[in-house]
Each structure stands twice: as structure tokens, then as C-alpha cells.
């Protein structure tokens, strides 16, 4: 089945930096690249997704790049605000099956 | 819209007890999963449902654990019984569809002793 590595698993960045974080996988087949937010006490919040079909999609602060040849994706915050606290999820899902495998998480610490 | 609804959020039993979780998800998501959550790891996918039928149960614990959607709306998710090794947060999502985003509810924290 997929497997899904992520790095690194705490990152504390100064307010205003940029963070990245990024995460492996293992199925070639694998073509829908989730990433999420959670904060304590509550669910994972889709924070943006890339498919295959695409090498880079933005969002205002956020960005993530898919290369598909090496089996990587990675998050990129920009501008970091305090509120960016929390712990990111990368997860991946194989064409034709909706089921998510989940990145073990990264902490990250926006420091002021 | 309104969001995926859990209860009870917390809950606290002995070992060998059993205990049962309710999810509501967004209204007209046809595709319903069940998550377990360990304190510092990503979600794993118990159950998946499409509409009231079970689409994937590989990584469910079938001696223990078991879970239904009638009239393929709400569902349940139960334990009996319980071990310590089940401590962890459960997580209810819903989506439209293939690929389509998965909409995570705040979770029920079960404590096992």
C-alpha cells in the first residue's frame, strides 16, 4: 500500500519567515496531494491540494509543489503570522480510490 | 453549511468496557469515513462508507471494533471491548465523491484505563 514520510516533524520559524515542509511517497499511482491544518482540539482543515496533472498551485501565502519523477511534495508558507501554529498533514490518495494515507505531521511553531 | 458533528467529544472508560461514537456528516455527502488518530500521528483510516454500503474496512479491527451507517446518513462506531492500545482520537469525515475534499469533524478523545 502507499506510504507516506514527512519532514520535519517540528519546525519553529520567526514571524514574517517562510516555513517548507515536505513528504514522500511511495505509489506511482498516486495522483491527489492533500495537505491539512490541524489545531488542538480539532479536526484536520483542508488547507490546499495539488492532482498530478499539475507541478505548483498557490494560494495567497501558501503554496505546494508536486515532482512527480522523485515521489515528493512539499508546503510552502510564506510571511508566517502566529495564527500558522499548528500541526500540517500531508497525505496522498491513489487515482480511483478516495483512500487518504497520512504523513505522521509536522509541528510548527511561529515564533513572534 | 453546517460542519461533520461528533459526540460525545470525550470519553473516558476501563479496559474491557465498551463504548460507541455518533457521527453526523455535511448534509448530501454520499462517502463517509472513520479515522483513528493516536496522539502524534496522522489520522489512519478505519471504515469508509458510500452511501449506507462499506467500501473499505481493511484496517478495521473486526474483533473489536465495528461500525454501521443506516439509511446512509449518521453513523456509529463502536468498541467491545475496549484495550488500552485504543486510546486515541476518532475522526469522522465526509465528502461528495472521488477525490473530491474530505471535511474532518472535531473528533471524539477516548481515554481507555
Known amino acids: 500500500g502507499e506510504n507516506v514520510e514527512q519532514h520535519p516533524s517540528t519546525l519553529s520559524v520567526q514571524e514574517g519567515d517562510s516555513a517548507v515542509i515536505k513528504c514522500t511517497y511511495s505509489?506511482?499511482?498516486?495522483?491527489?496531494f492533500p495537505w491539512y491544518k490541524q489545531e488542538l482540539g480539532k479536526g484536520p482543515q483542508l488547507i490546499i491540494d495539488?492532482?498530478?496533472?499539475?507541478g505548483e498551485k498557490k494560494d495567497q501565502r501558501i503554496a505546494v509543489t508536486l515532482n512527480k519523477t522523485a515521489k515528493h511534495f512539499s508546503l510552502h508558507i510564506t510571511e508566517t503570522q502566529p495564527e500558522d501554529s499548528a500541526v500540517y498533514f500531508c497525505?496522498?490518495?491513489?487515482?480511483?480510490?478516495?483512500?487518504?494515507?497520512f504523513g505522521t505531521g509536522t509541528r510548527l511553531t511561529i515564533i513572534p | 453549511e453546517a460542519g461533520v458533528a461528533q459526540s460525545p467529544r470525550y470519553k473516558i472508560i476501563e479496559k474491557r468496557q465498551s463504548v460507541a461514537f455518533w457521527c453526523n456528516p455535511i448534509?448530501?455527502?454520499?462517502?463517509l469515513y472513520w479515522y483513528q488518530q493516536i496522539l502524534g500521528q496522522g489520522p489512519k483510516l478505519l471504515i469508509q462508507?458510500?452511501?449506507?454500503?462499506?467500501?473499505?474496512d481493511s484496517q478495521l479491527p473486526k474483533d473489536r471494533f465495528s461500525a454501521e451507517r443506516l439509511k446512509g446518513v449518521d453513523s456509529t462506531l463502536k468498541i467491545q471491548p475496549a484495550k488500552l492500545e485504543d486510546s486515541a482520537v476518532y475522526l469522522c469525515?465526509?465528502?461528495?465523491?472521488?477525490?473530491?475534499?474530505?471535511?474532518f469533524g472535531p473528533g471524539t478523545r477516548l481515554t481507555v484505563l
Open positions: 469525515a465526509s465528502s461528495h465523491g472521488t477525490n473530491n475534499e474530505q471535511f
Open positions: 495539488i492532482r498530478s496533472n499539475v
Open positions: 462508507f458510500q452511501n449506507n454500503g462499506v467500501v473499505d
Open positions: 448534509s448530501g455527502h454520499a462517502t
Open positions: 505509489d506511482s499511482a498516486s495522483n491527489y
Open positions: 497525505a496522498a490518495s491513489i487515482a480511483g480510490n478516495e483512500k487518504l494515507t
